[in-house]
């Protein structure tokens, strides 16, 4: 089966950017999406088709795919962004949605 | 808006089922799929499948072929899942979330609010 594979943690000093990765087999012919989740909270999403910003997401928000991962950028991060970050995509040979596990973003 | 409203919490005993609903509004109910997401305490998304309610075509994730029937009411914009033969380890959050097409290559851009069951004797 599919597998996403996203790094379980990332640290980064408020006003820094922050990175996170989501890599698989053949990623970057992969319709990739990125949700938000709060504690406590359901999940949002962020990042729509691997760019596309969703709907009052803010500009320090952004996404992009390559052969070997898809990347979430997270510029001037804010307190606020501290969340779990999911990656998703469709595995068309499974017909399966697949879920990465997951990145805690810890805002120092 | 566009809003999914899911059921209450629910404990069941183990062997038992669960049913969870989830109403929509704010779109056109039968023009884009209904996922199920659930995610045990602690733990990350786990996908368990997809309904269309135009045509209540179904497709499962193999890990609940067997356990898991999604079904729909178009007349009051209702999705349910429903799951049996409930073990300790479904404990989770159940959610209903909207894909944004109906050809499985999209996005999910809008979730339920989540529904915990909990599995216990």
């Known amino acids: 089966s599919y597998v996403l594979t996203q790094p379980p943690s990332v640290s980064v000093a408020p006003g820094k950017t922050a990175t996170i990765t989501c890599g698989g087999d053949?990623?970057?012919?992969?319709?990739v999406h990125w949700y938000q989740q709060r504690p406590g909270q359901a999940p949002i999403l962020v990042i729509s088709f691997g760019t596309d910003r969703a709907a009052g997401i803010p500009a320090r928000f952004s996404g992009s795919n390559s052969e070997s991962a898809a990347t979430l950028t997270i510029s001037r991060v804010r307190a606020e962004d501290e969340a779990d970050y999911y990656c998703h995509a469709w595995d068309d040979s499974s017909d399966h949605q697949v879920f990465g596990g997951g990145t805690k973003l810890t805002v120092l | 808006q566009v809003q999914l409203v899911q059921s209450g919490a629910e404990v069941k005993k183990p062997g038992a089922s669960v049913k969870v609903s989830c109403k929509a509004s704010?779109?056109?109910?039968?023009?884009?799929?209904i996922n199920w997401v659930r995610q045990a305490p602690g733990q990350g998304l786990e996908w368990m499948g997809w309904?269309?309610?135009?045509?209540?075509?179904?497709g499962y994730a193999q890990k609940f072929q067997g356990r898991v029937t999604m079904t729909r009411n178009t007349s009051i914009k209702t999705a349910y899942m429903e799951l049996s033969s409930l073990r300790s380890d479904d404990t989770a959050v159940y959610y209903c979330?909207?894909?944004?097409?109906?050809?499985?290559?999209?996005?999910?851009?809008?979730w339920g609010q989540g529904t915990l069951v909990t599995v216990s004797s």
């Open positions: 704010g779109y056109s109910f039968i023009d884009y799929d």
């Open positions: 053949s990623i970057g012919t992969k319709s």
């Open positions: 309904m269309n309610p135009n045509s209540g075509n179904t």
């Open positions: 979330v909207k894909g944004s097409d109906i050809n499985n290559d999209y996005d999910f851009d809008q």
